[in-house]
């Protein structure tokens, strides 16, 4: 596998200069744009002229030069023609699924998906719409081809499964989407940088950019990166599910999100160096931990050689504490009494962020659904941060291990 850097290209895609030659591009607050003749406005709702066809804009919902810029760095991040951002993870990925389905279709799922997309495939849209979702082990592929059917039109997965940390092995899946004609969606809010599904062979690329990708959790944030056709689709005046949900990003935030963009590949590289030290230091200690970096992680080979090696294995690793009452007292412990981070959802903050996924983030699951992806009761799932030094933050998690007797005294 050749692994490619995409930091090259993301560097190129900044370059825009500001409208007074700044080094940074303009915030372009405006909702509405003013045409110069009124003639033009026709070519515009047609399509005939655009951001990329002789600079015309339109209305904000549609596009809006700076969330259209943010775009473009999001199309070099992920090596797509185009990518559009969204207000949301949620609604980049509910109008991707919406845009590729129609009623009565299905979609192929990996059975661990972000609590949020579970539900909207598994509660919310067979009653609205009667698209269906079969959820599969995704890492076997055998049950993936087996569950295809001649209304399937999306294999859906995360790159790295939250929270269990499965990594799902594109090169193969996608060939299984095209024997099929159908397309291969993939959540890679887990790991920019260090996975690249399009260049693995995925079709469409969403992510909540709420996480890594911002890094200061203060935005909501999403994007949907795929081939200009695709993105040009979503913003059909008709039949658009961008243009019609209107799920917009903010100039004002994407702006901001632009300025963190420059950062992340040092970001991805600290997050993976910390979180690679503390799982090889916890499972050294006995501690029950996962993390496709650890050589006992069922997927560390399949990861090594995806992955783009100058990121690591990512940011975040679980520990199965064996009952919630122990992970709670850990998460208690490691916040209140050694300020190692913070009890919340989330990841991808500059701090570390630590929640027990079974009662958070993937609760919308059914018990059986929990138990089929593995997401047991005392799972911990800990987006390592990369404030204060490492061995401050090592001896407050061992510190903290000790005082709930899950390692002895020394
Ligand atoms: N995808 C994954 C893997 C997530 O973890 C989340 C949120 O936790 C989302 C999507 C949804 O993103 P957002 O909260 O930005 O809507």
Known sequence: MKHRNPVETLASARHEFGEHGGVNMSVEASTTFTVMHSSTMPDIFGGKKGPEKGGCYLYGRHFNPTVYTLGKQLAALEGTEAAYCTASGMSAI?????????????????NTVYGGTYALMHD???PKTGISTTLVDITDLDAVEAAITDRTRVIYTESVANPTLRVADIPRLSAIARRHGIKLV??????????????LGADIVVHSMTKFINGASDYIAGAICADAAFIQEMMDLHTGMLMILGPTMDP?????????????????????????????????LGMTVSYPGLAAHPDHELMSELHCPDYGYGGILTLDMGTVEKANELLDLLQ????????AVSLGYFDTLMSCSGSSTSSEMTDEDKAAAAISQGLVRLSIGYTGTIEQRWNQMEEALRRVGAISRK
């Open 336 to 343: 209140n009494e050694y300020q190692f981070g913070y009890v």
């Open 124 to 126: 919310l849209l067979p």
């Open 252 to 284: 004002q935030v994407a702006f901001n999100i632009n300025l963190r963009i420059p950062h992340l590949p040092l970001r991805m590289t600290e997050h993976s160096k910390r979180t690679q030290l503390f799982a090889e230091r916890l499972q050294d």
């Open 94 to 110: 509910s109008a991707t699924l919406l845009q590729l389905c129609d009623a009565n279709d299905h979609i192929v799922s990996s």
């Open 186 to 199: 993939v959540d890679n809010t887990f790991s920019p940088l260090v996975l690249s599904p399009i260049k």
